[in-house]
């Protein structure tokens, strides 16, 4: 029998990190559950972050139970890790930003950290800046509109372009501009193209393929199973959400089901 994952986000985001797992382990079987009636994630205070994820994932785990569970959010899971683990059997794999691979990329020990409001301001963050990036600067930017362009995008909705250079533009006007961006939200590695029109010639690094290595680690690359199963979970079917199916099954999402308790 495949083994499964359920892979957790708030909304679209944690497809880019489905992307990179599937990628190095394309027959599992797979459930992409995304929190939409609670998005976003970013705006939420710790705590209704905590009992909803906590909540949530393991009523899901208790119908549909599964080989490991990966948190594809970093705002949930600079948060809720610890709880979470205490609740379930399986592994949890997290997904934090990518502090220490950008802190031993950067040429001018410049580094900008794009995430949430929440992840930027998380002890959590304080700490893995602490830890690997004491002797860098970084510059810090918490958005939840960039958030909201990335779900557009995958709606098949316009992206405004104009906007997301507005939300950059301190960074390349500061005195040192970062010469490497950390994507410590897992929705912004689905504008990577957007922002690098507004920060021509930036690093961009995030956690995708480390996490994609952590599960292949955790579950073992056997699996006789030609093709996995896949299917998303939402916790609200709305109109909006409907506009994702397409985007969902180019990532071989084949149904999108609203989760009922
Ligand atoms: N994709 C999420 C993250 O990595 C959360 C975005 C949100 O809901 O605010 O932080």
């Known amino acids: 029998m495949s083994k499964r994952v359920l ?5 679209v985001g944690g497809l880019s990190v489905y992307d990179e797992i599937r990628h190095v382990l394309p027959n599992l079987d797979y459930i992409y559950l995304f929190d939409n009636a609670k998005f ?3 705006e939420l205070p710790a705590h209704e972050l905590v009992h909803r994820c906590c909540g949530l994932i ?3 785990v208790a119908r549909h139970p599964v080989d490991l569970v990966v948190i594809a959010c970093n705002t949930a899971s600079t948060q809720v890790l610890p709880s979470l683990r205490t ?3 399986v592994p949890v794999v997290g997904v934090v930003p990518a502090i220490k691979p950008a802190a031993k990329l950067t040429r001018n020990g410049c580094i900008g950290l794009l995430a ?8 959590y963050t304080e700490k893995l800046i602490l ?7 970084v510059l810090r930017c918490g958005s939840t509109e960039l958030v909201i362009q990335a779900e557009r995008k995958l709606a098949g909705e316009p992206v405004d372009q104009a906007r997301i250079h507005e939300i950059l533009a301190p960074w390349r006007e500061a005195d040192t501009s970062p010469d490497t961006i950390i994507l410590g939200c897992t ?12 920060l021509p010639g930036v690093m961009l690094v995030d956690s995708g393929s480390a996490v994609a290595r952590r599960v292949q680690s955790l579950v073992g690359g056997v699996n006789d199973a030609e093709n996995g199963e896949a299917w998303a979970y939402c916790t609200r079917l709305d109109n909006k959400a409907r506009l994702l199916q397409t985007a969902l099954q180019s990532y071989g999402l084949e149904s999108l089901i609203e989760w009922s308790e």
Request: proline share 10%; net charge neutral.
């Open 7 to 11: 892979i957790f986000d708030s909304g």
């Open 131 to 137: 830890e690997f990036a004491t002797h860098h600067r």
């Open 116 to 123: 949430t409001p929440a992840t930027v301001s998380r002890p």
């Open 40 to 42: 976003p994630y970013g």
């Open 87 to 89: 609740l379930l059997s």
């Open 58 to 60: 393991s009523r899901v």
């Open 187 to 198: 929705h912004f590695p689905l504008l990577k193209e957007e922002i690098l029109l507004a």
